[in-house]
């Protein structure tokens, strides 16, 4: 990978995405990643019938739980309690640090091991705590391997797939003591276990993040293959699993359908190694499994993606990935580019409601809406909408039509210049005269256009009027009949 | 104080919640109706699991009531595991003690905080009951309690399952149902497809990520033959 990385600001999106099309390597990394990624799904879902079934299925379970989200919220809290899992509530990263924080002090952790978990990426908890003197050691292999580099994941899958193996090979003999140079990926991943074995066997406090949240029996779904989550989750003395209020189920029955399509739809793998159904803290007699289990649920902005009907649908997200191994835009910029947690189509629709629709304003258009991510979303999320509602809002500063409320950042990409242009047109095509009086300048002085056109020249050819308008064309035209070999005419 | 900022958060994302659009009322989703709707699949259980199971490298041994315990006492024998932890009072425990050397099998008898530099370090394999199976995906329901506890299927390198295929279930809706786990559930329910593994770097997939590198199921034929 070049020298210069994409910065992780939304908006330095087009900088950035600059740098990773100029990058020969990454491209290659994720273009390969992606065409294999999108061919193991495409394997698991042979007829496109049987496809659709399951998916509406799960689109079913999902909106039926968002319509149901303050109960189901309500009675999985209760149900939590009574096994013995004490549940928080953070509105925005700020708590939820705070409340890792505090747990931290009270257990005098100075260690803690965590699984997988986009949420704590989302609130940067891997730094926030390191400002307290606490080491939270990521133990997925790719984010193991990113935190060593000091990088971000560019995949919510695979986080590291822009790292090649002399990469990894690299990073772990700079950074692993003793570990030497070895390019051989089983050695590697032997090299990356014993590293993080002792980090399990001493770590006070294990980290997770959370699948599926099951309202009816009070569980926390986790589903991975590696083990990590599992061993972080059990391990340790003290479990913190930190979500979105997005992520709980009515019922216990409706995992198994929602697994299916995560896993196939993920990695194209009919399941993972491990699912992993955890329901409340050690009891009596047990002789492992943490002693205090604790339940994170973060708003960050999802319940302003709840608000409206009309963007509702970002929250049936089970965060699969599919949508961004098949979007063309995500395949040739690459994950860091977006400079958010969440790249992607996901990362374009989701990231307005937590951060805000101004400094996010370029992601709903890094895309060609070939329609691609809203035809694999295995819960039948209508992205490209998403993307087109989001884009109207971010160019109007009031709420548009069918729209209640102004959204964080409303209008965030609204240019006066831009502005003006459209009222210019509108003045233009509204009035013939001065409709004619301009068409006919602009084709006289077609010549004194600039060669150079900031914006559009870079990739394109410049913009230059025809010499004549369609109408003085078909003026001269008219007397003649139109010659039967004429160009024109529609292919019989 | 950190209680007082929790229940305030909650009180505001309530708020927020409510003052939403009022949601359009679902139907409960069908989700019987539509594992009911799917096309039978051939074969049996048991034949459909060993392969899917071995689809996911783990090693299955067919045997029978009768042929179990030798098969495994053959398997520690062959692997010179020198230290296999089991759990005490399990439906295979007296088994186990019967057929194993009684240098080479131990119990989980300790809790995990004093247990663990043994369980980290010294443990050759844990040998542990299954709940059943699913045919469809070749998974192992496990259900650890106070006699086998979580991390005997988790920190040894091996893991050792003994499935009877009376228990399989056909999918994971089907076992939920039919062993009723929404009524009862443990601590820890877990479904275990082959040993654990990563493709995180290059997507080259490599076996013994975190969890086992290896796991062998005995998988003991005593369904009643159709
Ligand atoms: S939006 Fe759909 S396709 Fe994209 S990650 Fe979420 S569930 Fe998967």
Redesign the pocket.
Known sequence: MSAVRPVADPLAFKDNARIVVADPVLRRSFRGAMDFLTDKRAAQFPDVAGFNRLRALGESIRQYALANLPQLLGQLEERLAERGVHVHWAENAEDANRLFLEIAQRHDAKLMVKGKSMVSEEIELNHRMAEHGIDCVETDMGEYILQLDHDRPSH?IMPAIHKTKEDVARIFAEHIPGAGYTEDVNELIAIGRRALRDKFATAKIGVSGVNFLVAETGSIVLVENEGNGRLSTTVPDVHIAITGIEKVIAKLEHVAPLFT??TR??TGQAVTTYLNVISGPRREGEKDGPREQHLILLDNGRTQAYREERFRA?L?????????N?CPVYARVGGLSYGTT?P???GA??SPHLMNLESTRDLPTASSLCGA?GE??????P?PDLLMRLREAARHDEPVAQQRKALKGQGGARRMLEVAAWKGWRLVYANSRIYRLVTWLATRCRRLLPGRQAGWTGTRVALRPAPRSLRERLAQRRPTPIPMDDTSKPAA | MSAQASQRARSAIFARLRDADAPVPHAVPDVQGYYDGLPATPGDDATRFAERARGWQAEVIETTPEGWPAALAALVSERRLRRVLAGRDTAIADTLAAVLPSMDLHWYDESLETFKPTLFNEVDAGITTTLGGIAETGSLILWPDVREPRTLSLVPPLHIAILRASTLQPTLHAAMHAQGWAAAMPTNVLLVTGPSKTADIQRLLVYGAHGPKQLVILLVRDEAMP
């Open positions: 919510i399509l995560l739809s993920a970002t049936q997200c089970i965060r699969c990935g599919a949508c961004m098949h969440y992607g189509p996901i629709i989701i991510c694999v979303c295995p819960v039948g999320i992205i």
